[in-house]
């Protein structure tokens, strides 16, 4: 610790401070797990980097602040689930690389669709989750060119949660990390030197283990696909007349997907962690601090978006390309999509590249919500629904969690 | 047909509970018997689990041992992902901890800064030492004995008041019904008062600022933290800043002393060695005066008033040992002593990482919270025997003379309530003197006016059966009725 230099720094609370009334436990309330961007507006406009004390946290919550701290790696960090999971030392996160990315943009092209299709077909009540959240996982069964057994989905399912602050939820998760683990180690053996693409081929000629295997799947993104399907399908099932506009024209499917993840994006907050003492936002931060980026909050700033709290989809200050590391392209603004991290890893994507993950991300819940429009027109929630969009405990996705739909 | 005949909507319901109610936002958890904790789950060695929200609770903050016995012994550092923090837990971690000012250090702008201002509780080494010494000379030492005199007086004019009628409102209220008794708030009629007047002496604050002493304290300490009440410590402490601001520039033009028992002067008070100390090259700010005075005001006058009401409370709920202190007045050291390590009213310190530091078995990343729980190492079995039990005759706690190592030559260690290394709180000293002398002055009083003193049951909050008295719990007690009777 050096000197005087952070001592003199003032920046006492005064009465009357905007924030004054706010209570910080609102921040993890049942209002903020239903709906954060509510909750977390009073901040937005009064205290822009609000200090959470019980949270240990500075919560950031306007668009440009958010997304200058996403594309600042010299001062934050990003702390892999592997590593809050204490699960680093396992193996390595083989998801950034290219044969990796490849393989999984080929299965998505060549059998998303087909997927998405026979889980059309098969679905009996609950959109949410017989087609939306079971997707991803056929999807990476199919990449992992293995078959989706009940086991293999109970892992998938639980893994995402050893790095949970909940104690039985994380537990679980470990346990589904060690038990991947243990699957893979055979399967990477007997496909190793092999001619096979799938993804256990792939990692195999990487040099995988097993550990490798569950540390790549923990680090894959769980939440956006699944919970970007469950609430564009929220919206267009309760919003009148918007299943019947999209359906007519399917250009529009891409424009409510993107206009999803501005309004309803399913990871509301992502986490970064001050690398070194840092001035920033009218507060010090110091060294180690985390700083909680609120997602829910930058995408409805009406600094950014004209009536930010209205889904529209014909809005025209929404960013409708990818945005390549800057968040903005044309000048616009994109929604943030926080599960997917930094948009991309490769600022000029070369052609021989796949493309990155927040594409592949989008463009699956463009497709997938594509075939739902196309094999089950006119759909409606059933008689009596009334679907919520929440997540079910602090941190975890914010997406709907039950669908019912009759035709 | 149900999307149940679906094998993963029959999977993610049975990983995930969906058909079951979602779980809420808080912990829903009923008051346990004190000493028992709610069972948060089990690992699979059987070890019991904690759920983060359990810090939250009410029944945490009224029963909270048995829960720092399952943090000390199955998660000593328990990584709180929650509340982003590592808590500390048993009490050599702790002390290790408090010693090591290297690597766990105190940041600036921490959990107090809010409230009081930048102050020495953010401070690490030479910074903090320099601090420190400016009025730490004050509550120690000769400057200290010379004052007990006038502290010991002060005692007994407070208490003179509940015999004489002029008590404070609400102080003391006569039993019509039952002739001779009289029940006293010991809080309102001497434990909020008495710390004050001390503190302002050695302050040098004017005698007319009394009265608005126990609102600023009380309200700046609620408001640490960033807690539901920060609003109110914060206008406090702007209330304390206009007031101080006209006086520091009195006494930057002319210092006042303090005076001993003989009118002879002993030194500058607090505020004038405050006001005309370089440090550094140069003079305090008026805004670092009001910090250090906040602090000394928020640490001088709630912790005092919190461990003279914890201890009469718990003594007279231990009457054999009440009549052994009467007895002997050499007991009310090591009655203050235990009081702290039973029931302290402060939980801890926060301390932060300089570097990676890896303690049983955790590696705790540079720059983390790291809560050094006071309350959990004053009750580590493997340091004090029986740690629930209140016993002022507890052999394995040091009550001598405050030092800073924590610890004397025959291994007795001392209780955490003020620290233990750098950090040990200046105020301990004189703090300790208030409360002995204090409790001495009363319980001479008592037996000079020849009443016996009990608990007036009827009037203090009752625990959850209804009729038990209500546990301290975490911090103090707010109030405490004491029953005075003629002794029979």
């Known amino acids: 610790m050096s000197a005087f230099r952070t001592y003199e720094v003032y920046q006492r609370a005064r009465p009357g401070q905007p924030s004054a009334q706010f209570r910080a436990r609102q921040l993890s309330s049942e209002d903020a797990l239903v709906d954060p961007a509510a909750v977390l507006a009073p901040l937005r406009a009064a205290e822009p980097c609000y200090r959470d004390w019980p949270g240990n946290a500075f919560w950031v919550t306007r668009y440009d602040d958010v997304t200058s701290v996403f594309t600042d790696d010299a001062n934050y960090e990003t702390r892999p689930l592997a590593v809050l999971a204490e699960v680093d030392t396992h193996g390595r996160n083989l998801g950034d690389e290219v044969e990796v990315l490849r393989c999984l943009e080929r299965t998505a092209d060549e059998q998303g669709e087909a997927i998405a299709r026979r889980l059309v077909a098969e679905m009996s009540a609950d959109m949410a989750t017989e087609v939306c959240l079971r997707f991803p996982f056929e999807l990476l069964c199919a990449a992992l060119a293995v078959e989706p057994a009940a086991e293999l989905a109970r892992w998938w399912i639980t893994l995402p949660g050893a790095a949970s602050w909940y104690p039985q939820v994380r537990r679980a998760g470990l346990a589904a990390f060690d038990a991947l683990a243990a699957w893979a180690e055979p399967l990477l053996a007997s496909r190793s030197g092999g001619e096979g693409d799938d993804l256990l081929s792939v990692m195999a000629s990487l040099g995988a283990r097993g550990g490798d295997v569950a540390i790549t799947l923990l680090e894959l993104d769980q939440a956006t696909v699944p919970g970007v399907l469950t609430n564009v399908w929220w919206h267009l099932l309760t919003v009148p007349g918007l299943q019947d506009e999209v359906g007519a024209d399917h250009l529009l499917v891409k424009a409510a997907v993107l206009e999803t993840i501005r309004h309803s994006p399913p990871v509301v907050h992502a986490d970064r962690w001050a690398r070194r003492e840092v001035e920033r936002f009218g507060r010090l931060l110091p060294e180690g601090a985390l700083v909680r980026l609120s997602a829910a909050a930058a995408n409805r700033d009406p600094a950014v978006f004209g009536e930010p709290d209205s889904f529209d989809i014909h809005r025209r200050d929404l960013c409708q390309r990818e945005a390549r590391g800057q968040y903005r392209a044309d000048g616009l603004a994109s929604g943030i999509s926080l599960g997917t991290g930094v948009p991309t890893k490769h600022p000029a994507v070369p052609e021989d590249r796949p493309r990155s993950r927040y594409a592949i991300a989008r463009d699956l819940a463009v497709r997938v919500t594509s075939v739902v429009l196309d094999e089950l027109p006119g759909l409606h929630l059933a008689p009596g629904a009334q679907p919520v969009i929440r997540s079910r405990r602090f941190g975890e996705p914010r997406m709907c969690w039950s669908l019912p739909v009759v035709r | ?488």
């Open chain 2, 1 to 488: 047909m149900a999307a149940d005949g679906c094998p993963f909507h029959q999977v993610l319901d049975e990983t995930l509970g969906l058909s079951a109610t979602a779980p809420t936002a808080r912990l829903d958890v009923p008051l346990m018997p004190l000493g028992t904790a709610f069972d948060m789950g089990r690992a699979d060695d059987g070890a019991p689990l904690v759920d983060p929200r359990i810090f939250d609770t009410t029944e945490f903050q009224r029963n909270p041992y048995p829960y720092y016995r399952i943090l000390r012994d199955h998660h000593p550092v328990f990584h709180d992902t929650l509340h982003n923090c590592y808590w500390v837990t048993r009490y050599d971690d702790v002390t290790a901890g408090y010693n090591d000012d290297e690597g766990f250090n105190t940041i600036p702008k921490g959990m107090s800064n809010g409230v009081l201002g930048n102050t020495q509780l953010e401070l690490s080494g030479i910074e903090h030492r320099r601090r420190r010494n400016l009025y730490g000379r004050h509550l120690v030492g000769q400057a200290l004995d010379k004052r007990i005199p006038i502290i010991e007086r002060l005692a007994q004019e407070m208490i003179a008041t509940w015999f004489d009628g002029t008590a404070p409102e609400g102080a003391v209220v006569v039993d019509e019904a039952r002739p001779g008794r009289r029940s006293i708030e010991l809080a309102k009629a001497f434990a909020n008062d008495f710390p004050i007047r001390v503190v302002c002496q050695v302050l040098g604050f004017p005698d007319e600022a009394r009265s608005q002493f126990f609102y600023w304290y009380s309200s700046m300490m609620n408001g640490l933290g960033g807690s539901e009440t920060a609003h109110i410590g914060i206008r406090a402490r702007q209330d304390l800043e206009d007031y101080v601001a006209d006086l520091v520039d009195a006494r930057r033009r002319e210092p006042t002393y303090l005076l001993d028992d003989n009118g002879e002067p002993i030194g500058k008070d607090i505020i004038s060695e405050l006001c005309t100390t370089v440090v550094d090259g140069d003079l305090l700010s008026a805004e670092e005066i009001t910090s250090n005075i906040a602090l000394i005001v928020g640490g001088g006058g709630e912790t005092t008033r919190g461990a003279i009401l914890n201890m009469w409370y718990l003594l007279l709920q231990h009457p054999e040992q009440f009549d052994a202190v009467r007895a002997d007045e050499s007991l009310w050291g090591p009655a203050f002593h235990e009081t702290l390590r039973h029931s302290s009213s402060i939980g801890g310190q926060p301390r932060h990482t300089s570097y990676d530091i890896t303690v049983r078995g955790v590696t705790i990343p540079a720059g983390s919270l790291v809560n050094m729980v006071d309350f959990s190492a004053n009750h580590d079995d493997r340091i004090f025997a029986d740690p629930e039990h209140f016993d002022v005759f507890r052999p394995d706690l040091y009550t001598g003379k405050i030092i800073r190592s924590g610890y004397d030559r025959d291994g007795r260690r001392s209780h955490m309530a003020f620290g233990v290394g750098p950090h040990l709180c200046p105020g301990a000293w004189i703090s300790q003197q208030e409360a002995v002398l204090g409790s001495k002055v009363l319980a001479r009083e008592l037996t000079r006016h020849g009443v016996a003193v009990s608990i007036d049951a009827e009037r203090m909050p009752k625990d959850i059966d209804g009729t038990s008295l209500a546990p301290i719990g975490l911090g103090a007690i707010r109030s405490l009725w004491l029953a005075l009777e003629p002794a029979t």
